[in-house]
């Protein structure tokens, strides 16, 4: 496309942002809620907790299912409470340091945008046409957070546990921008993306012993979600008005040093929160003393997030070639955002009095996560995203109990392993991870016991600190 006929190249220009501006009052519409459209930051990067809350199950790799004997069996396996003799009060801190890859969505249609008007052909995977300078389109989150992870009262009776609980799932946090310039045809696009989001619980268990070796557990919850999150794109000097004054090949502080008003913007937002009541259901079998087995189903719960608001508009009118750029609001939209559902099965070994083996193998329903509903990938994005699928993530334990000193105190050693599979959402980045743990607690007084675990993997590390007292 010719450079001398930059008025021809302005529709193309234009239509990442006028496209943007259509689609969330289009989507609305819709029967139901929407699904995330292209360019907003989705789900699929949260790095959710789906493992037992406590200290010792992340010793032993999240395996525990089969074992659930502390209170973390609230969430664990609720039928597991039925292995608590005495009453007990808990509390576990966690601290996790992150790091989240993803693609910038909205950085990849600027450059199509950039790359379409300058060739009139899309952006080949991996290829910058026709720019002066461009960040990536890749961006790294790294938040650090410590908070109260999970808290509990448990009272058990004759034949039944019941325990009253509080858990923080999730929380998590960050932000990052993307800018490019054509020193041809003089334009300019940046995109900014944040994103806070807070998932927390408090819920009641109950745990029954149907027999000498069987047990079922229930549990309900009462979930908050909440979301705080902008995603921006903005382009400038699409009018070409600085053509007037410079020539093709100027820089980008040229062209800002002209000071003129040329910018088309388009920004959602949304500051929201929703609750629902989930549940999670267990069994739990023990036929002989030495072998356990165990199952938990855990409902993940649904959330609507609404007061999403949506905004298009130009500091200057924009009526050169045909095209008009009026500002323009959407009404508040309502988007849906479901938790993924987990199953598990487990198996437990006590191999001798002080040595315990666990294996669980974890289906979660990732797909929940995506924007996207099979074949719905939009083209222009198709080198970027792909569907995702469930999953199965397995998990293997080993806890050893030694006798130190004269008063034989018990010291409890755990290592642990898992495998998380791929599930961000991106082609081009694989976050697969192969998680390693290690763990130690011990008993003081016969009463209070404290328990610390550390994870180690790729992109991601957590410290786990638990406490329990037993009246």
Known sequence: MNRLDPLMTLPLRLAPLVALALFVPAAVAQEGPAREPPGLIGFSIIPFDFGPPGARALGMGGAFI??????TAAEANPAGLTNLSRPEASVHLRSSDFEVELVDLNATLS?????QARTGAPLESGSVAGNAFASSTDAVYDPSVTDLAFASYVKPFENFTVSLSAQRLTRFS???SFEAFDDSLLDYYQTRQRIGLE???VGASLGFKASEKLSVGFSVRYGRLALDATQETRADYLQDLELNSLPAGSSLQQVQALGILDQQVRRETVDSQDSDIDFNVGVLFNPG?????????KDGGQY???????SFGCLAPLTTGGVTCEPQNTAAATRRVKIPDFFGVGVAWRAT???RIAIDANWISYSDLSPFDGDAIPPVLSQDVEAIDDEVELHLGVERILLIGSNSRPLTLRAGFFLEPDHDGFRQIDSEREAFTLGLGTVFFERFQVDLAGQAADGESRLIASAVYRF
């Open 66 to 71: 089969a074992l659930a004997d502390d209170a």
């Open 111 to 115: 450059l199509n945008s950039l790359n």
């Open 174 to 176: 960050g932000e990052n």
């Open 199 to 201: 998932l927390d619980s």
């Open 289 to 297: 003393g030495r072998f356990s087995v165990g199952a938990v189903y």
């Open 304 to 310: 609507e997030i609404g007061g999403e608001t949506a």
């Open 353 to 355: 009095d002080r040595l």
